[in-house]
């Protein structure tokens, strides 16, 4: 009976065992694979950090290493200029040669001083004020710079000493370089001429002491005694370092350079580890708890079948399901609209708060990591909202990437802040995404009820929390707004001129004003620039700073330019037959008129001549996600005699190498960077940069916002073509540009 009743203990315990092992199985297997992914990608993080971490060092040390050797070399080349001046005139005096040195010395050259040696004896020195003691030195008697004086004779070839010391007193490098006498057959040792380079400013001017690494630099490739070295430390050479070298027909000079305190100082692979482990965790916990679950269903199915209580467990769970979200567990839309509209006030007093919550790139995350990438911030997001919920608090997640944050507080104004706050930190905390880091921020929008509402539907609250995160994307994303009656006034102002923009564009009530362009040598006219400006029948004349956003947002940007094109071509025709002599005619046009389909038949179509209709395109646009459109366009567009000019060169985001593949006619400056001209010498270099950018690529140059004479006269004088600005005429209409132009040639015939 003993042996019966032991029996069936271990057949239970083995048959518990065996069905514990296959419940969680699944869990085991994970968690060895993400110890081995936490390895892998560990050690992974480790080489690339070195590796960035490497290049960084590499960088800096080329940098440094780049500056030394040009500074000597222009110290090299400095003392040739003054041994040529000796050739010349071997029988100078000390006046001679001070005037002589002193002409050749630089202020910024790291030069401190000359000593000319005729016949290997210092004879000549500048200055002369403390260095009186080097002259008379013979260096063929002289033990510590014999060998370097006799080998610059030896070789012909100059010779780069140091650190020495001086008989004048300190030390530095010497270059000393050896001057010969051409008389006609042979050439003759004249004798050595030496620079002193100040050590300290060498070492300044090259980097070598303002930088973060440990360097060291020595006169062999590989040392291994100290007086090889002369800066830094000889253990550098054994910390795997960065080597680079500076090499001169004079000699070379090693660099070693390590970051100070050792490599892998900065990699942070503690942290990820612990994120890394973190993110191991999440994966594996799920994966247990849905071995617990398996077994709680197994145990689950038995008891329902034991009671009758499995159409009411089942009604129970679909009616959680459709109020929650299948992918994080947060209630859904349909949750929210039920809290709305009988909202469960906690107290009578008590005023809901709703925080309308977007993430900020998510679609960037979609888009480079795929949908289980998005999946996984989702998930993140509802965990880190769920852990800042209280007692009476729901986060929800409403669709797409958009949460709801519902809250109640009898003074809601400073929680409805603070819990604005929370969650945008919170969402800014870095995410790990398939072992790479990624940081998703969040915007906010916060509405609350002024009063407690009793019964009322609070539907216009959500409407006001959108209002307030549209606001808060508006002003840079990662940040929380405040609904106030502002805003919506302001959303009910955008609405009714989007809808007042629509009728403007069927009722004409755009009208086209020009700006002339002069020639900047002649000041005759050159062209004009055609302006939108809308004919408002209440609010007047507007410019197109009031309206261009709300024309590109109901994506009516590309018939306005349309609209503005037949105006301008009509007054050009007009102008000619009333013997105007208007070049040229130039019009903007956007992104969205660009890739019209049926641009190019409708432009053909047009009865201008070639080179009379210039197309103006914003700097602004994205060049490189328009590339396939322009690729094809711009040079149609030449085909059709239509020149190509870039608009505001100098504010957008656009390369030059981007800008001048398209081969454009004319580059036209921005105003801001033309205003400062006057006083500012670097603007005016700026300017002068481009514009022979400009040249070199037979590109003409307009400047624009000239708004003084004195503009006019600075940039004539760097060689700008086209002038336009205030200082030359006002934009106008067609009717006053006729008669501008009536008093010009008024004015011409007066003077002529």
């Not at 069905?19 to 390895?39: L, M």
């Not at 100059?158 to 050439?187: H, K, W």
């Not at 919550?357 to 997001?381: C, M, P, W, Y």
């Not at 707004?481 to 502002?486: G, I, K, W």
């Amino acid at each position: 009976m003993k042996f019966r009743r032991n029996s069936k203990i271990l057949s239970g315990f083995a048959n518990s065992a065996i069905g514990h092992a296959t419940a969680f199985a699944p869990a085991i297997f994970a968690a060895t694979i993400a110890v081995i992914v936490v390895w892998v990608a560990t050690n992974w993080r480790l080489e690339r950090s070195l590796a960035d971490e490497r290049s960084v060092v590499a960088s800096e040390l080329a940098t440094i290493s780049s500056r030394l050797q040009t500074n000597l070399n222009s110290n090299v080349k400095l003392l040739q200029g003054l041994a040529a001046g000796i050739s010349v005139n071997p029988a100078m005096d000390q006046n001679a040669f001070s005037k002589l040195a002193a002409q050749i010395l630089q202020p910024d050259s790291q030069l401190r001083s000359f000593a000319a040696a005729p016949g290997m004896v210092v004879k000549w020195v500048y200055p002369e004020k403390g260095n009186e003691k080097a002259i008379g030195l013979d260096y063929r008697t002289n033990v510590k710079q014999r060998n370097d004086a006799m080998l610059a004779r030896n070789t012909h070839n100059i010779v780069l000493t140091g650190p020495v010391e001086l008989v004048q007193g300190g030390v530095a490098f010497v270059v000393r370089c050896p001057v010969y006498m051409n008389d006609g057959t042979s050439q003759i040792f004249w004798g050595l001429l030496s620079g002193v380079i100040d050590i300290p400013r060498l070492y300044q001017d090259s980097g070598l002491e303002s930088t973060d690494l440990e360097i060291a630099v020595s006169t062999v490739p590989e040392p291994n005694l100290p007086k090889q070295v002369f800066l830094g430390d000889l253990n550098t050479f054994s910390k795997q370092p960065v080597v680079a070298s500076v090499d001169m027909t004079y000699g070379r000079w090693t660099l070693a350079a390590v970051p100070k305190g050792g490599w892998g100082q900065n990699n942070g692979i503690g942290i990820f580890e612990l994120y890394a482990s973190l993110l191991s965790l999440c994966v594996v916990a799920p994966i247990v708890w849905v071995g617990f679950l398996t077994k709680s269903r197994q145990r689950t199915i038995e008891k329902l079948r034991l009671h009758k209580k499995k159409l009411v467990r089942a009604r129970q769970r679909l009616e959680y399901l459709s109020l929650h979200d299948a992918l994080t567990g947060l209630p859904n839309r349909r949750f929210v609209d039920q809290m709305i509209s009988q909202p469960p006030r906690p107290g009578p007093n008590d005023c809901l708060i709703l925080i309308h919550i977007d993430l900020d790139r998510f679609k960037e995350i979609n888009d480079t990591k795929g949908h289980a990438g998005g999946d996984t911030v989702l998930q993140s997001t509802a965990s880190r909202l769920a852990n800042l919920t209280g007692p009476n608090d729901v986060a929800a997640r409403i669709g797409g990437d958009e949460f709801i944050f519902a809250s109640w507080s009898s003074n809601p104004e400073p929680k409805a802040h603070m819990l604005a706050q929370q969650i945008v930190d919170a969402l800014e905390q870095t995410l790990f995404i398939d072992g790479s880091e990624c940081v998703i921020s969040a915007s906010v929008g916060v509405a609350w009820e002024i009063e407690c509402s009793g019964g009322r539907d609070l539907g216009q609250l959500l409407l006001n929390a959108d209002l307030a995160l549209y606001e808060a994307k508006k002003a840079g994303r990662g940040r929380a707004a405040t609904f106030t009656e502002e805003l919506r006034i302001a959303a009910i102002h955008s609405k009714e001129l989007a809808d007042e923009f629509n009728h403007a564009l069927d009722r004409d009530e755009l009208v086209a004003f020009f700006q002339p362009q002069f020639n900047a040598d002649t000041l005759e006219i050159a062209g004009v620039e055609t302006l939108a400006r809308w004919d408002h029948p209440r609010k007047g004349l507007l410019g197109p700073d009031k309206f261009l956003n709300v024309a590109e947002s109901l994506g009516r940007s590309g018939d306005m330019d349309k609209l503005i094109l037949q105006k301008a071509l009509f007054e050009l025709t007009r102008w000619d037959s009333l013997g105007m002599r208007i070049p040229r005619v130039s019009v903007n046009i956007s992104a969205r008129r660009l890739a019209e389909a049926n641009l190019l038949a409708e432009l053909s179509a047009l009865p201008v001549a070639k080179g009379r209709l210039c197309f103006e395109l914003l700097e602004t646009i994205s060049f490189d996600d328009l590339q396939p459109v322009l690729n094809e366009i711009i040079p149609a567009l030449k085909e059709l005699g239509i020149e190509i000019e870039i608009d505001d060169f100098g504010t957008g985001h656009a390369s030059i190498v981007s800008l001048l593949r398209f081969e454009p006619r004319r580059l036209k400056i921005d105003r801001e960077i033309i205003n400062p001209i006057v006083t500012s010498p670097s603007q005016r270099r700026l300017v002068s940069s481009i514009i022979e950018i400009g040249r070199s690529q037979n590109i003409d140059i307009v400047a624009e916002g000239v708004e003084t004479m004195e503009h006019a006269k600075i940039l004539k004088d760097l060689g700008c073509h086209l002038l336009q600005g205030y200082a030359l005429a006002r934009p106008m209409t067609s009717k006053q540009l006729i008669e501008f132009c009536r008093v010009k040639d008024e004015g011409l015939t007066i003077a002529g």
